[in-house]
T-cell receptor, first 114, second 112 residues
Framework: GAVVSQHPSWVICKSGTSVKIECRSL??????MFWYRQFPKQSLMLMAT?????????EQGVEKDKFLINHASLTLSTLTVTSAHPEDSSFYIC??????????FGQGTRLTVV | GNSVTQMEGPVTLSEEAFLTINCTYT??????LFWYVQYPGEGLQLLLK?????DKGSNKGFEATYRKETTSFHLEKGSVQVSDSAVYFC???????????FGGGTRLMVKP
């Protein structure tokens, strides 16, 4: 089946620094990628949807300038958490979808900001 | 490690038919279990969840019961509608904030 690779699987960073998370579709072209965040004791929350070559569409309440999403190619999307703070510590997961086909999920990234 | 196995799709049903999508899991501890749904052109949405054995999650006519003895969390609905056509994902999480493990997804197609 299709594979989506997310990197890194975990990262610890200092408060005020930026962190980049990569999401790659390994054997298909992902026309759409979704970024999710999981808050403690809650389920996934959709942050944004990105289509290759266009700006991401952010969900209400998600700060565009803080969570930068780039979908520069059909196999790669990146999420950059800028000026990270402890409250940004969370589990982030991407999913990638080929046109008209179901989405596949990355392994997720656990971000800890200290 | 943890894993989730769900039935391969697509599942094609007529409107008002009974739906079952099987989901079984393996986990080292006592996970929480989830069903997520992805409608065409949209992102993932939580459909229902159960956090301990014998709990029943329910929403929009869908139900799933956490069966520890059979390590299963099968999704059921008594009468499906065309609007239920979507992809359904079973998932587990060992603890709050921990990694989610997803099944491969099952596409449901409901015909009028």
């Amino acid at each position: 089946g299709a594979v989506v690779s997310q990197h890194p699987s975990w990262v610890i960073c200092k408060s005020g620094t930026s962190v980049k998370i990569e999401c790659r579709s390994l054997d298909f072209q992902a026309t759409t990628m979704f970024w999710y965040r999981q808050f403690p004791k809650q389920s996934l929350m959709l942050m944004a949807t990105s289509n290759e070559g266009s700006k991401a569409t952010y969900e209400q309440g998600v700060e565009k300038d803080k969570f930068l999403i780039n979908h520069a190619s059909l196999t790669l999307s990146t999420l950059t958490v800028t000026s990270a703070h402890p409250e940004d510590s969370s589990f982030y997961i991407c999913s990638a979808r080929e046109k008209g086909i179901k989405a596949f999920f990355g392994q997720g990234t656990r971000l800890t900001v200290v | 490690g943890n894993s989730v196995t769900q039935m391969e799709g697509p599942v094609t049903l007529s409107e008002e038919a009974f739906l079952t999508i099987n989901c079984t899991y393996t986990a080292t501890g006592y996970p929480s279990l989830f069903w997520y749904v992805q409608y065409p052109g949209e992102g993932l949405q939580l459909l229902l969840k159960a956090t301990k054995a014998d709990d029943k999650g329910s929403n929009k006519g869908f139900e799933a019961t956490y069966r520890k003895e059979t390590t299963s969390f099968h999704l059921e609905k008594g009468s499906v509608q065309v609007s239920d056509s979507a992809v359904y994902f079973c998932a587990l999480s060992e603890s709050a904030g921990n990694m989610l493990t997803f099944g491969g997804g099952t596409r449901l197609m409901v015909k009028p």
